[in-house]
């Protein structure tokens, strides 16, 4: 596998919490989130719930 190096920007932190923030990255119009993957994955175990009507495991 060819590994390319890691590109380093320093992104504005916009506002945050314990486990979110916002940030403004370089060269971009709007702003985005940046969450931790627990939250991620429970936001995709609510919405695969209320779409198919099944329980997640």
Do not use: W, Y
Request: aromatic share 8%.
């Amino acid at each position: 596998m060819n590994e390319q190096p890691a590109n380093t920007q320093i992104a504005e932190f916009l506002s945050h919490s314990s486990n979110a923030g916002i940030v403004q990255m370089p060269g971009r119009k709007f702003p985005g989130i940046v969450m931790q993957g627990d939250i991620l994955l429970n936001l995709f175990r609510a919405s695969l719930f209320q779409f198919t009507g099944c329980q997640v495991a």
